[in-house]
């Protein structure tokens, strides 16, 4: 069966592939939820059909201003308006015999049927079926008027579409149980969400959808991203180029893993994780850097200071490096923005920079749980592709009581290198080693870890200090 596509970005993925076509779907959702434009976008999307806009609520031609703004395609669309006319209010128009259901319903349901049977549409918006209930005290006969037009519908092939404003004094119960699926639209906290509680006859992604309301129309981003084709990078590592390090790995990082490489500021972290992917670039293979932090100027001067030809591996399109401007995406949005990036470009390794700035890059009504739910998902995904993920965290302590992360996410890395400062002979020096790494063995012992003016340099193991991780140092050749 070819599925209808809706026209709306990331809404097919949702519905995986679309809408099963002259089948009826409820599009529910309080004021200002986005219900109208959903259901424009959908007829608009349909460029080489026959579709019809059945309005009970804004006039037609505020309707056609607003798909103008948004630059929907409006001439394949049909519109019939069935609102009140100004000649209601100033002729005061009561029914003192007939009640007005009795009156306006049936001329109204007769209007909706002949345009129907006379344009036989593709694609039908009905916006809203709250208006049309309003008509009918009897829930019975409502229900029973709703199952005979989507019926209808159906015969005359069309997929057809109901906006509903549910409300406590009137829901919509009736029509959801007539329909062949239910869409929600809802508002938490200004941020904007999409779920599907009912889809008859086909799978969907569940959960709760982060939904935007842009200038050129919805976009959804999935909570949950299907696997793309995976990379065989089974058994396959990624290399430092820095001997001493890579021994102190076991041979590298394996490639399609996560690694977080944790320390405080200054210490190195970004300046690690890039000299990774300048190993990458020398075998041919891509990265990208999503900044939340520094711009990526200041990453390329400090590179370029460190003997990392960070502007060849740009120019020669092995790297790219992109700023997150605070507070312009969602959890969810940033998340899909990347799954797109990787899968379009081709992406081998992703570096993160880093959690601090990704927990303060988002609305401050993006739930903490939110963003960590949003970065495993997003991580694993990345994995399950084969492309390896290196995640920078900064902790508060520069020495003292040493913690991984900080962030509650030490369980999604496979690897964790940290980094640190300790005080000897009244100097401040630093230090690498390695906390977890689960598909291989590795070195137990601290070294000393530099950066100079030909690069990242690791020392010999720091057998004779102890105490490091702690700031109570004691040099055990001075014990004995």
């Known amino acids: 069966m070819n599925l ?8 097919d993925n949702i519905l ?10 409820l599009v529910r959702g309080g004021p200002g939820s986005g219900k109208t434009t959903l259901g424009l976008q959908f007829l608009a999307s349909g460029e080489n059909e026959n579709n019809l806009f059945i309005s009970l609520g804004e006039s037609v031609d505020k309707i056609k201003l607003d798909a103008e703004k948004r630059n929907f395609n409006t001439r394949k669309i049909n519109f019939l308006e069935l609102t009140p006319s100004s000649d209601y209010f100033r002729n005061d128009e009561e029914y003192n015999i007939f009640s007005s259901q009795e009156v306006e319903k049936s001329p109204l349901i007769k209007k909706i049927v002949a345009e129907i049977d006379s344009l036989k549409p593709d694609r039908i918006f009905l916006d809203s079926v709250t208006y049309l209930s309003y008509l009918n005290d009897d829930k019975f006969q409502f229900r029973k008027e709703m199952l005979s037009l989507i019926k209808f519908a ?5 997929t057809f579409l ?8 009137n829901p919509d119960y009736d029509v959801q149980f007539v329909v062949d699926g239910v869409l929600n639209l809802s508002r938490e906290n200004d941020e904007r969400y999409f779920n599907i509680s009912k889809l008859r006859g086909s799978s969907y992604l569940s959960g709760k959808h982060s939904l935007k309301l842009k200038d050129d129309g919805i976009h959804i981003y999935p909570n949950m991203i299907p ?3 995976k990379k065989d990078v089974k058994n396959k590592k990624l290399v430092s180029g820095v001997p001493s390090l890579d021994k102190l790995l076991n ?8 690694t977080i490489i944790s320390g405080p500021t200054g210490v190195g972290k970004t300046t690690l994780g890039v000299q990774y992917m300048k190993e990458a670039a020398g075998r041919g293979e891509k990265s990208v850097i999503y900044t939340f932090e520094e711009s990526p100027d200041t990453i390329i001067k400090r590179c370029e200071g460190i003997n990392i030809p960070i502007t060849d591996m740009i120019e020669n399109s092995f790297l790219e490096i992109e700023a997150i401007n605070p507070l312009k995406y969602s959890p969810a949005e940033f998340l899909n923005k990347v799954k797109r990036q990787v899968e379009e470009r081709k992406i081998d390794v992703v570096l993160i920079d880093s959690l601090s700035g990704y927990k303060m890059a988002f609305p401050e009504n993006s739930s903490d749980n ?3 739910r949003q970065l495993h998902i997003l991580n694993k995904y990345l994995s399950k592709i084969g492309v390896t993920v290196i995640i920078v965290n900064e902790v508060t302590n520069i020495i003292g009581d040493f913690k991984a992360t900080g962030f509650g996410i030490s369980y999604l890395a496979d690897n964790i290198i940290i980094l640190n400062y300790y005080e000897y002979c009244s100097q401040l020096k630093k230090t690498i080693g390695v906390l977890k790494k689960r598909l291989s063995n590795f070195e137990r012992y601290l070294r000393e870890f530099k950066i100079g003016k030909y690069g990242i340099e690791v020392g010999d193991p720091l057998t ?5 991780l702690t700031g109570n140092i004691v040099n055990i050749d001075n014990v004995k």
């Open 464 to 468: 004779e200090l102890q105490g490091m």
């Open 162 to 169: 109901i906006a509903s404003e549910s409300t406590i004094d």
């Open 251 to 258: 041979g590298g990082i394996e490639k399609g893993t996560i």
């Open 154 to 158: 159906a015969e005359e092939k069309a």
């Open 4 to 11: 209808i596509k809706t026209g709306i970005k990331g809404l």
């Open 227 to 229: 696997c793309a084709e």
């Open 370 to 372: 939110e963003k960590i």
């Open 16 to 25: 995986k592939g679309g809408l099963q076509p002259n089948r009826s779907y």
